[in-house]
């Protein structure tokens, strides 16, 4: 015969457990919702191709989306200009496992998207009304959308932020300054100064000569600069031998310059310092401390904006999201979180 001590216990175990079932199909059922495909018909894997209506015709982009989040969605907006999706890559390792719903997205000129040869089409403006094109698209609205643009993205998020403000929830500029001139300045007296002095000039002199297809030039490069200041990681994730390829360098060329040591195409004079104060929404500025970008710059960015955040990665270069990972996604994923709980500043 059971003691009185087991009968009393019986209820509260069977209690236990059934709290212990529910939860645990609670958690099953976020997880299963997640990975559950909204898409109807034909699946594609989350891509979706989206006619995009320019000054010049109609022309494709290619976009896709990982997992399933009402609630917190982000578009990447990549580097270059001219550059792709790839370097994203390292999002699939941290984003999923927090529920966190992202779409990798090719800009016009860009990998899987169209390749139109009018370089009428390559302004910044331009790429801001092909933003918002995607967001309608894709559905995307002030109750979930998140717009992360890294290095010319940065430029691109921004932008969009200043005119269409009123559809975000949050927004992250990663690695990149509100202000090109200033950007320049940095490269030069900052980071040239911290080669030596011999490999300087030789570079000098080979930009002097406007030889920038002169193989010499990137050797020099590589080892003093990209392997500095663009991502420390030896050797370099598969991803960057997959992306750097496939750069479209007609339009990089024609915007950024024949490098990213200094700037010198459409995008130089490029500066919004005195018009951050205009960005209302939740605003996280991230940027390494061995950038090709100004950390103390990127941090002066979210004093500026209304609700502003920083994060700075002590080990990373400007591919944060590569060389310092443990900084960088923590610190990405817990502001995106923190907006969603309803924090608008100062998150980290």
């Known amino acids: 015969m059971l003691s009185a001590t087991i009968r009393l216990a019986l209820p509260l175990l069977s209690l236990l457990a059934l709290l212990g079932c529910q939860q645990t199909t609670s958690s099953t059922n976020e997880a299963s ?10 699946r594609t894997g989350g891509v979706r191709v989206i006619p995009i209506k320019t000054p010049s015709g109609t022309f494709n982009v290619w976009t896709k989306r990982v997992g399933n989040n009402p609630r917190m969605k982000v578009l990447l907006l990549h580097g270059g200009p001219g550059g792709n999706h790839v370097l994203f890559e390292s999002f699939e390792s941290y984003f999923p ?9 090719d800009q016009l000129g860009s990998l899987n998207s169209d390749h139109p040869a009018d370089s009428t089409l390559w ?9 918002e094109q995607v967001r309608q698209a894709l ?46 300045k940095y490269a030069e007296e900052v980071l040239a100064k911290q080669m030596a002095p011999k490999v300087l000039a030789e570079i000098r002199a080979i930009e002097a000569r ?64 005195a018009d951050l104060p205009k960005i209302n929404v939740p605003t996280l500025t991230i940027g390494g401390a061995h950038d090709t ?12 904006v209304k609700n502003g955040t920083s994060l700075t990665c002590p080990d990373g270069s400007h591919c944060s999201m590569w060389d310092d990972q443990p900084h960088y996604f923590p610190g990405l994923i817990k502001f995106i979180k923190g907006v969603d709980a309803g924090q608008t500043k100062n998150i980290l």
């Open 33 to 42: 919702t997640y990975t559950q495909s909204p898409e109807t018909g034909v």
């Open 97 to 105: 496992a927090e529920d966190i719903e992202f779409y990798y997205y």
């Open 123 to 131: 302004q910044t403006p331009r790429f801001v009304e092909e933003v």
């Open 139 to 184: 559905g995307l609205t002030n109750d979930n959308f998140y717009l992360l643009g890294h290095s010319w993205g940065g430029i691109l998020a921004t932008e969009y932020a200043l005119k269409y403000q009123q559809h975000l929830k949050g927004l992250i500029i990663s690695n990149m300054m509100s202000s090109c001139p200033e950007y320049g």
């Open 210 to 273: 406007n030889d920038f297809a002169n193989p010499r030039y990137m050797e020099l490069l590589t080892p003093n600069f990209y392997q500095q200041h663009v991502c420390r990681l030896k050797p370099w994730p598969n991803a960057f031998d997959r992306a750097f390829p496939q750069m479209n360098s007609t339009v990089y060329t024609l915007m950024q310059g024949p490098s990213e040591f200094g700037i010198s195409g459409r995008l130089a004079k490029w500066d919004r310092r």
């Open 293 to 304: 970008m100004d950390p103390k710059h990127m941090q002066w960015m979210a004093t500026q």
